[in-house]
């Protein structure tokens, strides 16, 4: 076989050119940037929504996970199984559409319920964002490139909550909390326009992308396929688990830091800003070229890597938790966020390598649906509603011990992608194991 082309599912096709690759990439994360820093709104403008609507802790944390996790998890089942047999592209750009008309929406709700429709129509428009680009990167870079490129595409989520944090921080300073909605929201149509436009389908004319090639599995069956599998079931749950300190965290930080730890929006759009932006995309970078380099050697790595980077977080997090003051605490959270995001990379690449070319969506959009239903849909309910739970006796730091409450699922997490080793090993033994 030519060093130019690559065997995925038992299909041979030419590998994609770096510079063609790179364009598709380099847009497909800036799509990506745009559908987190919507989606982070909300919580890095927490504090003057709750000002300005009467929003407790509570509200805040099922409007942020479950009522947003509710539709963007349901809904991405659908859309990924009709952009694995139409035109992804066009899925792709049709979703960043209808999310940021209703992220504009945003900035219009007058009350919590008007808020809330306007979350779930975000949710219901980013569900079609994630999995049809997993596949397109995918179909764009060989499986030893692969890890690389998804951890590139990766870095939209760090981006994204910091341009979040410096960008909706400084215009609610200056002007009002609903201004950023408005601006973001605009920005986000432009983009929907320039990948319809730009990006083409790289499935087209090859046989998997059509009726007339080889049998394409039913829609039940492909979901059967998926959690009867134990290794991608267990992949998704560990995923979950991590999810859970992800969301639960980043929704709740900024709010922490104002209120506990006396940060005003001024510092937060610069300090806060600089440690997501660095941590996470530092360590979402370096996770990818890590997995590439020992995943080769044992798929294991896939997963013992994401378990050893949760175990060193943890004592970290608890510092960030405990700093009597924003400066240390800011010190402490750096590792978390560059530790916290090791699984993502890791896993998104292992189940787009475990499934055929004419699956990857339907199955990263399973794999998001358990990973962001336990970790966005119970990450932020969960940490809102103890820091209501604990606000009768321990009003002043009521967020505090929420956060503490936390801790414990770094372990869980951990103790799930170890088990995820033994499983690979056992199904893979051979160094670079074999795809299912």
Not at 161 to 186: E, N, Q, T
Not at 257 to 281: N, P
Request: aromatic share 12%; charged share 10%; hydrophobic share 55%.
């Amino acid at each position: 076989m030519s060093a130019d082309t690559v065997t995925d599912g038992g299909v041979d096709k030419p590998a994609a050119r770096p510079l063609r690759g790179g364009l598709v990439l380099g847009m497909l994360c800036f799509v990506y940037v745009l559908n987190f820093l919507d989606r982070q709104l909300i919580s890095i403008l927490g504090k003057p929504i709750q000002d300005a609507l009467r929003v407790t802790d509570g509200e805040l944390g099922k409007i942020t996970g479950f009522y947003f996790a509710l539709f963007y998890c349901v809904i991405a089942i659908p859309v990924g199984w009709l952009a694995d047999r139409t035109n992804r592209v066009k899925v792709l750009s049709i979703a960043c559409a209808l999310w940021s008309g209703a992220t504009a929406a945003c900035g219009l709700a007058g009350t919590y319920g008007q808020l809330v429709v306007a979350r779930m129509a975000v949710g219901i428009g980013e569900a079609g964002g994630v999995p049809p680009s997993y596949a397109i990167i995918s179909d764009h870079f060989p499986r030893e490139r692969r890890a690389s490129a998804l951890s590139i595409f990766n870095l939209g989520p760090p981006i994204g909550s910091a341009l979040g944090v410096a960008f909706g921080a400084s215009l609610a300073a200056a002007f009002d909390w609903r201004l950023p909605f408005y601006v973001i929201g605009a920005v986000g149509v432009l983009a929907a326009i320039a990948v319809y436009s730009l990006i083409g389908d790289p499935r087209a004319g090859a046989p998997t992308a059509r009726t007339g090639g080889a049998a394409t599995a039913s829609f039940v069956s492909t979901i059967t396929r998926f959690f009867a599998n134990p290794i991608l079931l267990l992949a998704s749950l560990a995923s979950g688990a991590a999810n859970f300190i992800t969301y639960g965290l980043g929704n709740f930080a900024t709010l922490f830091l104002m209120r506990e730890k006396g940060m005003q929006l001024a510092e937060v759009a610069i300090w806060y800003a600089l440690v997501v932006g660095v941590g996470m995309s530092a360590g979402i970078y370096i996770s990818g070229r890590l997995i590439d380099r020992f995943g080769a050697r044992t798929q294991a790595a896939y997963a013992i890597i994401p378990a050893l980077s949760l175990v060193l977080a943890l004592p970290f997090f608890c510092g960030f938790i405990w700093a009597p003051h924003w400066e240390l605490a800011l010190v402490f959270l750096l590792v978390p966020m560059f530790l916290n995001s090791f699984f993502l990379s890791a896993t998104v690449a292992f189940v787009q390598n475990e499934v055929s070319p004419d699956q990857r969506v339907i199955s990263g959009a399973l794999l998001l649906l358990v990973m962001n239903f336990i970790g966005l849909g119970l990450g932020p309910t969960y940490v809102g509603m103890m820091s209501d739970f604990f606000r009768p006796s321990h009003a002043a730091h009521a967020l505090q011990l929420a956060l503490y409450a936390l801790a414990p699922m770094y372990l869980i997490a951990a103790l799930l992608f170890f088990g995820l080793a033994r499983l690979i090993k056992r199904f893979h033994p051979l160094a670079g194991g074999t795809p299912q």
